[in-house]
């Protein structure tokens, strides 16, 4: 890796990372006075209405984006093709959720549902305006305007938010804070830049990049599908009160696993296809976002895991507690996001996209699996069974992957194996201390403190390298921004 890219990659995750501590943040407060002042019943039905548009977002990401990402020349062509397609495509999303969304209510038995969902579609055709620029910010590994980005129009529709639901705007809250952020984000994307002539756009170019973009259409449809199948599950056979527990579960673990993994795979994605053609290079850069990943991403979740139910008692009040058990099983499952993502970003990089259509249509079977037999058992045996194929899918990716380079599953949980066993012993330290304790305040903080003492002990002593690495690149680039 020349010095360029590595002062790229290290700038990118620096940014990346500010991102999302501070996106998780602002989440956090967000989440929990939003939690305190609704009602679990309206988490659960934006959760009904969201998966729908997560899944229209992951199409339109997850294939001519990144195809356009993975190009190593671009053209205006590329650029005005993929514009205009996923502008298009934005719009004929939105048709499509306005026309179905009587059905969508009459499955869930919810008829508030058909006004939501006309409502925060509009967040479509949103996001279809703001994903070339997303993609050129990425393919340059330049996150620092995004973070900017990102972090104001979170803070205005959060606040926005906040006083929708003190004044008993109920369910609408939640709604227009998505609406309002997704607005405010593309607006800002799109200040100082010129328009993209419709002139350039190419049938010729987008069938190139279909290529490798287009199995990635599909592997994000089904991806999409799979993951929202538990949601409607949960949606159609619970209520929406057990909904919004499992939502807001889950909700918490994307503040903390999935947050501090993004990145890691916004900047892996692009590192790995520079150096493609060098497997030495792309072994020590795995190794590396393993390692830092994982590391990172540990710091949040173990103590998550330890204070669970302090945490619920004290910030989200007691009409919660129902979620303890499904927040600490989401954060088992956090542990395995990072490592899992940055093994997909390495597949995708070397252009096997197909592998990852077969690694999606393996998890699609494995979820279909695990809810025929859980469904009527309860919550917690759902999410225990998407634990198991989380772990499952690790493996999978490994060795479809990087095994091909003598970098499979077993060298990596080798070389991760001080972070792991850190884990087990700070999170066995801090659940003693907290079963021995009977002030809840006493539990959060000491839970928290010990948790984390133990657990960069454990680093320091027996993992110092990949500890002081870490540290080492984020004072060169805090030095480097200041220069």
């Not at 294939?63 to 650029?79: L, P, R």
Request: proline fraction near 2%.
């Amino acid at each position: 890796m020349n010095k360029e890219l590595k002062a790229q990659t290290i700038s990118g995750v620096l940014w990346s990372t500010i991102e999302q501590f501070g996106l998780t943040i602002v989440k956090f407060i967000f989440g929990i006075i939003l939690a305190r002042l609704l009602m679990p019943s309206d988490f659960g039905l934006v959760g009904m209405v969201t998966i729908f548009f997560e899944f229209a977002n992951e199409i339109m990401q997850g294939g001519f984006s990144q195809a356009y990402i993975q190009k190593q020349n671009v053209t205006k062509k590329d650029k005005a093709s993929v514009y205009y397609f996923n502008v298009f495509f934005g719009f004929v999303l939105y048709l499509i959720f306005w026309i179905i969304a009587p059905s969508i209510s009459k499955f869930y038995n919810q008829p508030e549902l058909t006004t939501l969902i006309r409502v925060m579609s509009v967040v479509v055709i949103i996001d279809s305006f703001a994903i070339i620029r997303l993609a050129e910010i990425i393919k340059a590994i330049d996150f620092k305007k995004r973070t900017l980005y990102m972090l104001i129009s979170t803070v205005i529709s959060g606040a926005i938010s906040m006083y929708m639901a003190y004044a008993d705007y109920g369910v609408w809250a939640l709604v227009f804070y998505t609406v309002i952020n997704k607005l405010l984000f593309s607006l800002l994307l799109w200040i100082g830049r010129k328009p993209i002539p419709f002139r350039d756009f190419s049938f010729k170019s987008l069938r190139s990049m279909f290529s490798f973009g287009g199995w990635l259409v599909i592997s994000s449809i089904l991806g999409k599908l799979q993951e929202s199948m538990v949601t409607m599950v949960t949606g159609k056979f619970y209520s929406p009160a057990e909904l919004g527990y499992f939502t807001r579960a889950q909700q918490y673990q994307r503040l903390s696993a999935f947050q501090f993994t993004i990145p890691f795979v916004n900047v892996a994605f692009p590192v790995f296809a520079k150096i493609n053609n060098d497997s030495g290079q792309q072994i020590k850069a795995l190794k590396k976002f393993n390692q830092q990943s994982l590391l990172a991403v540990l710091f949040v979740v173990l103590p998550f895991f330890v204070v669970a139910k302090p945490f619920v008692l004290l910030l989200l009040t007691d009409k919660w507690l129902p979620m303890v058990g499904l927040l600490q099983l989401f954060c088992i499952m956090g542990v395995f996001v990072p490592i899992e993502a940055i093994n997909n970003q390495y597949i995708i990089s070397i252009g096997q996209s197909k592998t990852i259509f077969r690694l999606i249509v393996i998890k699609l079977i494995m979820r279909v699996l695990n809810l025929l037999i859980t469904y009527k058992l309860g919550l917690v045996y759902i999410v225990i069974g998407e634990l198991v194929i989380i772990g499952v899918s690790y493996y999978l990716s490994c060795m479809l992957g990087a095994a091909k380079i003598g970098y499979g599953f077993l060298k990596q949980i080798i070389e991760l194996k001080h972070l792991f066993m850190g884990a087990i012993i700070s999170v066995c330290l801090g659940i003693a201390f907290v079963m021995k304790v009977d002030n809840s305040y006493l539990q959060l903080a000491g839970g928290i403190i010990i948790t984390l003492i133990v657990f960069v002990l454990f680093q320091v002593l027996f993992n110092r390298e990949v500890f002081e690495l870490m540290l080492g690149q984020v004072k060169k680039i805090v030095i480097r921004e200041r220069k």
